[in-house]
Each structure stands twice: as C-alpha cells, then as structure tokens.
C-alpha cells in the first residue's frame, strides 16, 4: 500500500479524504516486468477478471524473513503460480458474483496466528487491529469462523497475520482462496503511525481478500481518485443481491483508506458476508 497525496462482488472505508491504498503501487510496469509471467497465466488471469496490466513476479516476504516468488496483480493481491492456473474461467459466467466459485468451504474454522516473531512480528497497534478484525468477522455467526491465536507457530496454521518491514507505504496484502481454503499470507506495513482502528481496518480488508472478496469500487477505483477498471475488457464484478451497484463510500473493501477509518463493515458489507457465508 501507498500513500496517495490529498486531492479490494459487493465487497465489504473511507473517509471524506482518501490518502492510502491497500497496497496498490499504481505505478507503471516495464514490458521486462510484466514478461517476467507465462502469458498461459497472464490468460488465466484474464479469464479471471483481473487487470492484467500491472501483473509481475515478486519476491513475496514471508513471516520468518525468506521469500518466495509470488504473482502480484492490482497492487495487494499475491498468489502462487500454481494458485493462478487452479483459478476457475469466468467468461461468460452468469450468476450472483463470480467469487462463489471461488470461496472458502462452508462451516470451515480458519486457524489464524499473530505472527510475534522478531523482523516481521505484529506492533503492539498490529495485534490489537488484528484481534478487533476477527472479532468483527466472528459476531456475524457465519459459516466460516476464526480461531485466533499469536506466536510464531505459523506453518500448520490457515493465515498468518504479519508486518513487512521492507514494504515501502502503508497498508497490506493477500491473495485469493484456492481449493475451499482461504490465503494463507496476510501482510501489513507502514501502520504504526495510524491508530488502532486503521490497523483493524486493513487487516479486516485483506482478510476480506483472503476468503474471497474484490474492492468494492473494482470498476472505478474512485476512492483512490481514480477512474480504472481492475478487471480485463471493461468486465466488472456482479453485485451481490442486495448491495448497491454503484459507489459504496463506507465499505470496508474499497480500494483506499483514510486515516479516519474506524475499521468496521458496513450494512451492505454484512450482507454480502451473509449471502457468501
């Protein structure tokens, strides 16, 4: 994520001024870069409605400080090569929202872990967003719930929540579920100098990512002063029954913050969360 100069289906905040994305680098890709992945998944990608404009290869940190290769697309999705290629073909798909084709398993407990570790251990403000996100996901008694733990324990466990200390900006990033489990890597940076409630907002949005929702302006990016599709050919996401079709200024999965966020989903996002869960 980025700071941006004042000027991620009905997806689940954003104050009057909008300033930081959730991890979306918005900067121009060289034709090396984007070379850098097969065009068979740069075609499943946009089968997939993804922008495959700003689509490369990167060196994803995980919580013990190694890395490994990770795709990276609209600026604070990662998944593997494999992750890409098991993703379902959506074109031409009809439908509610194409993302229940590709969701976490019903009834499912997802282990997730604070990572306290040295390097790329949670702040104390990380812990905390961490702790109210889940609990903002547990009250609404969907099928999937979450049993949150912290240490360094993190390899058996469905998600891991941690900071990146190499990340430039602020904000965070995840990925896609894949075979009914949700992303494993959920990252955060730069967001200690904002409060609590901005800490809970972004990692309640990344988790969003992770069990299957796209920014809720995914056709517009306009909370980040922008005017951009995300996914290929013009094609945007379908709605989910009973959330608006147009901008939702207080969703929790818009693709920018402010740092007024108070972190909490809104009416049309516990409906979607409902309908999905």
């Keep these: 994520m980025k700071k941006m ?15 930081a994305c959730q991890s979306e680098k918005n900067e ?29 290869m ?15 697309m609209e600026g604070d999705i990662h998944m593997t090569e494999a992750q890409a290629l098991d993703l379902p073909n959506l074109q031409g798909i009809s439908g509610k929202n194409y993302h229940t084709n590709n969701l976490v398993a019903q009834n499912t407990v997802i282990d997730i872990i604070g990572f306290t570790g040295g390097g790329n251990g949670l702040s104390q403000k990380g812990r905390t967003g961490l702790q109210w ?32 200390p190499s990340q430039s900006g602020s904000g965070g990033s995840a990925g896609f579920p894949t075979g009914g489990n949700p992303h494993k890597f ?19 949005h990344e988790i969003g990512h992770s069990v ?10 306009q909370s980040c002063g922008q005017n951009s599709n995300e996914g290929s050919a013009g094609v945007g996401a379908n709605p989910i029954p009973g ?12 693709a920018c913050f402010s740092g007024s966020s108070d972190g909490e989903f809104n009416n049309n996002d516990v409906t979607a969360l409902n309908y999905l869960y």
Excluded: C
């Design 186 to 204: 959920v990252q955060i940076y730069g967001l200690d100098s904002f409060s609590n409630n901005v800490n809970e907002h972004v990692i309640t």
């Design 28 to 56: 121009q890709l060289d034709a090396a870069a984007v070379n850098e992945v097969s065009p068979e998944i740069v075609a499943k990608l946009a089968n997939y409605d993804v922008n495959t404009n700003d689509v490369k």
């Design 133 to 164: 996100a889940v609990n903002n996901y547990n009250r609404l008694n969907l099928s999937i719930t979450f049993n949150l733990t912290f240490g360094t324990d993190y390899q058996s466990k469905d998600m891991v929540v941690y900071n990146n």
């Design 212 to 221: 299957g929702f796209r920014h809720s302006d995914y056709t517009t990016r």
């Design 243 to 254: 959330t608006p079709n147009g901008y939702d200024p207080t969703s929790i999965m818009l």
């Design 58 to 72: 990167v060196d994803f940190m995980l919580p013990d400080g190694t890395t490994t290769p990770m795709i990276q």
């Design 5 to 19: 100069k004042f000027s991620r289906v009905a997806l689940l905040l954003v104050g009057a001024s909008f300033f």
